[in-house]
């Protein structure tokens, strides 16, 4: 574990008796004593505190200023960077020639450049292809800033008594605002479904930060596991299980995230990697689609689960790509692909589980419902 | 009582075994919330996979601790899964069998053994 690189929270973490694990060649807090099921049920109740602090942090500046940046930045993802207003975000996806994702990332208009933040586990490519596919862009990697995510109903109310500003703020909004811990980066949005602020914080200020939102009685810290639990219920992708480079954003049932002017007959249609089979997908239809299962019994289908379309006999059709127990739910709950036959609400799918063939609803994701500030 | 290193306990109940697993185990496994029980009247040979726990992180196999025939299964912890957690050397056994061969479980361990082993 020599290799594994740590957060600026790393002590923090051990003092409050996280469960430390590698991820994405990170030391990072899988649980702490709270557990998964209650750190869940915690931050969808009241707030939960994330370090998200291995994640990438990039700034792109152009000469041409914000739309120089969005101009070229839009040749790699299938965005309208250029109709993004100053202090908003967009999620988007970085495509590949044959229409695949190579990474999902957060796209925010910051006035004079954009900032990015993306996978960790994909950090280094994405700069990579960001540096080859950017001439004349400059691309930062932010060092020496962490990034933490204040998530749940109640973190409007804790953080807005540090940070008056965030209280004005509608979901993927983004704002720089002074504080006593510095200058903060803030956006309106997160990973868990709920209310919430994701801030980017100095390496030198994040620990103190830390410990002033978990001295609210509202917030708890909550590590990797229910951070996954939460984000599955609210049917968000996970890169490297849901979304790959085998999946396009149309099979993904990432669609919404590719605006009008970037489609068929728009001002600015086309022109990022792999447009020519995303634009027939959007037109078409794709041959599968990335659906939410609900399980009927209680056994959790878990990533590789097979599906098929019949109790008995047949081939497999698709496969589980995330799947676990939702606390909120209080239930099983799976995302997968389907043949696009198959992804109707309401179709029941057969999982293959230990041998036997258990029944699956396909289901409107998410499972639970957003709770954001419009 | 006997433990194995699987963290699974055995007890004497009459002519049959009672299994359940450890709070050593328990605590490992993190909020269980499904378990997959045998059906009763299997017969099974040791180091059988039995029973399936699934908790909020991941599946987890009990195996057999000795040959012999389950005759009955805790259903229960179909329902609340969760007793598992609280209650796992207690209220939340998982399936007696009636043994073939007692003299199996001499190859397990005592409680200071196994209390050793998890520290």
Request: net charge negative; proline share 5%; glycine share 12%.
């Amino acid at each position: 574990m020599a290799d594994l690189h740590t957060t600026p929270l790393n002590a923090l973490h051990r003092e409050l008796g996280a469960k430390m694990v590698p991820f994405a060649g990170y030391d990072m807090p899988v649980q702490y004593p709270m557990g998964v099921m209650k750190e869940h049920l915690h931050c969808r109740a009241r707030a939960g505190l994330f370090d998200v602090s291995h994640m990438g942090q990039v700034i792109l500046r152009a000469p041409g200023g914000y739309a120089g940046a969005a101009e070229a930045m839009e040749r790699l993802v299938p965005v309208d960077l250029l109709g993004l207003a100053e202090g908003r975000q967009r999620y988007g996806v970085f495509t590949n020639e044959a229409g695949g994702i190579l990474d999902d990332l957060m796209i925010a208009n910051r006035g004079d450049h954009i900032f990015v933040v993306v996978n960790a586990a994909c950090k280094a490519d994405d700069i990579a292809h960001m540096r080859a596919g950017l001439s004349g862009v400059e691309v930062e990697e932010i060092a020496g800033r962490a990034l933490l995510a204040l998530q749940g109903p109640a973190a409007e109310g804790v953080l807005a008594v540090l940070v008056p500003e965030v209280a004005a703020m509608r979901f993927m909004d983004v704002g720089v605002f002074g504080s006593a811990f510095g200058e903060l980066w803030v956006s309106r949005s997160g990973y868990t479904g709920e209310d919430g602020y994701e801030i980017s914080v100095t390496e030198g200020q994040a620990e103190s930060l830390a410990r002033t939102l978990l001295a609210h009685e509202d917030v708890a810290p909550i590590g990797l596991g229910a951070r996954d639990s939460l984000r599955l219920e609210a049917g968000l992708c996970l890169y490297g299980h849901d979304i790959d480079t085998t999946t396009t954003p149309v099979e993904a049932s990432l669609s919404w995230a590719i605006q009008k002017v970037r489609r068929a007959g728009g001002v600015r249609a086309g022109g990022f990697p792999g447009a020519a089979r995303i634009l027939t997908e959007l037109a078409q239809g794709a041959p599968r689609a990335r659906v939410g299962l609900r399980p009927e019994g209680r056994a959790p289908m878990r990533e590789g689960t097979a599906l098929f379309a019949a109790a008995e006999g047949g081939e497999a059709v698709g496969h589980v790509t995330s799947g676990g127990f939702g606390p909120t739910i209080e239930g099983p709950m799976s995302m997968g692909y389907v043949p696009r036959a198959l992804g109707a609400e309401g179709t029941t799918i057969y999982a293959e589980v230990r041998g036997k063939r258990l029944a699956a609803t396909v289901t409107a994701l998410p499972f639970t419902p957003a709770r954001f500030k419009r | 009582m006997k433990f194995t290193e699987e963290h699974e306990w055995l007890r004497v109940e009459g002519d049959l075994v009672v299994v359940g697993i450890t709070e050593h185990a328990a605590e490992q496994l993190g909020d269980v919330v499904f378990v997959d029980l045998p059906e009763v009247g299997t017969s099974v040979t040791k180091d059988d996979e039995v029973v399936v726990i699934e908790s909020v992180k991941a599946a987890s196999d009990i195996l057999a601790p000795i040959d012999g025939e389950i005759v009955e299964v805790n259903e229960m912890l179909a329902d609340e899964p969760g007793k598992v957690n609280d209650d796992p050397m207690g209220d939340a056994w998982f399936f007696k069998i009636k043994p073939e061969d007692l003299s199996q479980m001499d190859d397990y361990l005592d409680e200071a053994a196994y209390k050793a082993l998890v520290g």
